[in-house]
Antibody
Framework: EEQLVESGGGLVKPGGSLRLSCAAS????????MNWVRQAPGKGLEYVSS????????YYADSVKGRFTISRDNAKNSLYLQMNSLGAEDTAVYYC?????????????????WGQGTLVTVSS | DIPMTQSPLSLSASVGDRVTITCRAS??????LNWFQQKAGKAPKLLIY???TLHTGVPSRFSGSGSGTDFTLTISSLQPEDFATYYC?????????FGGGTKVEIK
């Protein structure tokens, strides 16, 4: 079964940092672009970041550019999101999601599967 | 950025109804439009990609159409398990963007 499991969420003070991880299993991780999507409480989905299979191509939403860093370790079947300078507006459930198709970079054809999400709460 | 506008924001419908949700891109995105379904407390699930291709395992009552800037998700006969929030997403250009969502509620 193809599966993604996020970890690393929690409560952090404004200005603080957090590193999220996403462990992949059931598929060849190195063949797919990967993504982070977040959802603030009661709000819609917001794209955060994407990374190509070889980490050469990386994209961010404007709202996180310069503060967040996406990375991956294909040997460990893992995706990461380093989040710095966190503010209340970053409070959300963070989902890890795989690109739908095997492709070096994003295919443009959506995300599947998704992880269950990990909650990040930024509050003093 | 390419803003995506969904309508309506919400709708009430009965089991068996035909439901249509629209999504409009601020510029041409060819057929790089994807639809997701999200139920309360759960991760989103891919329904349709490439504007009209049904994802594996998705019931045939779901269909998508459109190209360029205007797209539609149709549920031909609403079932109890279809009450959820639906999101469109453009995959044409980074940063990828989602529509604001359409909540389908029971009438």
């Amino acid at each position: 079964e193809e599966q993604l499991v996020e970890s690393g969420g929690g409560l952090v003070k404004p200005g603080g940092s957090l590193r999220l991880s996403c462990a992949a299993s059931g598929f060849t991780f190195s063949r797919y672009a990967m993504n982070w999507v977040r959802q603030a409480p009661g709000k819609g989905l917001e794209y955060v970041s994407s990374i190509s299979t070889d980490s050469r191509y990386i994209y961010y939403a404007d709202s996180v550019k310069g503060r967040f860093t996406i990375s991956r370790d294909n040997a460990k079947n893992s995706l990461y999101l380093q989040m710095n300078s966190l503010g209340a507006e970053d409070t959300a459930v963070y989902y890890c999601a795989r690109d739908t198709e095997v492709s070096p970079a994003a295919s443009g054809f959506g995300f599947d599967p998704w992880g269950q999400g990990t909650l990040v709460t930024v509050s003093s | 950025d390419i803003p995506m506008t969904q309508s309506p924001l919400s709708l009430s419908a009965s089991v068996g109804d035909r439901v249509t949700i629209t999504c409009r891109a601020s510029q041409n995105i060819d057929f790089y439009l994807n639809w997701f379904q999200q139920k309360a407390g759960k991760a989103p699930k891919l329904l349709i990609y490439g504007a009209s291709t049904l994802h594996t395992g998705v019931p045939s009552r779901f269909s998508g159409s459109g190209s360029g800037t205007d797209f539609t998700l149709t549920i031909s006969s609403l079932q109890p398990e279809d009450f959820a929030t639906y999101y469109c997403q453009q995959g044409y250009r980074f940063p990828l963007t989602f529509g604001g969502g359409t909540k389908v509620e029971i009438k």
